[in-house]
């Protein structure tokens, strides 16, 4: 018997039972979706991760106060030592920089006559627009007067805007942050939340008169900061700055032994990033892929159970001469066509479910055709792989004895 009529029996054998056909099928099912919506959610999140870190900047380096190994072990005791002049120097001595933005932000309630919001203060330089690839959508930014004089004058994120004003333009306004009353002078492009921080929804303010006004001098060595963001000239130029910035810190601070800060690259951060979200998925892929070896065992019992059921065919097809291999034949391509329609199925149910969670979570849906490929292909070979039992058994039936049972 060949293929191709060994595929028609078979075929035609599935579709003699379709409930018990569908909820072989459904185990398979169950896995692909799985399989398929785990690796595209892990995917999603990865490129979500990697757009947030790419929104912070072009070629960013991030200064930040405390030693590196006391930061990872947990310890909350950051030095104060990090301050603006610090920026100031990075500034005017490094060559392969471009800007600096020093920051330091605290939370506070922000009123326009009767509206409030609680929202981010940040305090911070001239340089935040170059930094960290902000525009400005009217009026001004902050400036070094406004940073020199201590000046009462704020920029306010598009969202607080909203909040606040409405319709009303908040040029020339005046709001209180935390009861001190500042001039609006700008208003900042709409750019979205990063890294937990959203700047849309921010007021901000000179990091000095943060620092003289709001939070008071914290520092013995001037206006301390959360951390200073820069700029180097190019990609290739990280290198050179972080080496610069590393060299004129030390010698600004006095260190010799171990830094009491430490720099950050955002290819380090986006290297971190995208090995922990490849490991989450694949930890994901793998939890899901129990459901496809759980889906083969129930196409392994149910042939097995169809075999014990169609004894007197198979003996009657081997009385009028069905060998070994035809039988084995049938069996296989019964329990490939079982999981590779399964396959399929779950495919579709996993990349509609991929759609689904990013029309709900700011993840990009996308479905990885490798994922796909991997999936189809791993649930054919499990089907393959249990469909051989049952097979075998079926093809080593006497005849004599199969027809004298039935």
Known sequence: MDFTESLKMATKTLSANKLRSSLTMLGIIIGNASVIAMIGIGEGAQKYVSGQLQSLGPNVLFIVPGNREARQLGDLDVPRNLVVADADAIASQVPSVTAVAAEKTTQGIISYGSRNASSSIVGTTEGFLTVRSFEVAQGRFLNNLDQRSNSLVAVVGATLAERLFENKSPLGQQVRVKGITFEIVGILEKKGSNLGLDYDDSVM???????????????????????????????????????????????RHGVTDSDDFYIQSQDTLLNIANTVTGALTLMLAAIASISLFVGGIGIMNIMLVSVRERTQEIGLRKAIGATQKDILSQFLIEAVILSAIGGVVGTALGASGIFLIAAFSPFEAGVSISAVVIAVGVSGSIGLFFGVVPARQAAKLDPIVALRSA
């Open 205 to 251: 303010v000179p990091i000095t008169t943060l620092a003289s006004r709001i939070v008071g001098r914290t520092s013995p060595y001037g206006v301390d900061v959360s951390f200073i963001s820069i700029s180097a000239n190019s990609q290739e130029a990280m290198e050179t700055a972080e080496f610069q910035v590393t060299n004129l810190l030390r010698l």
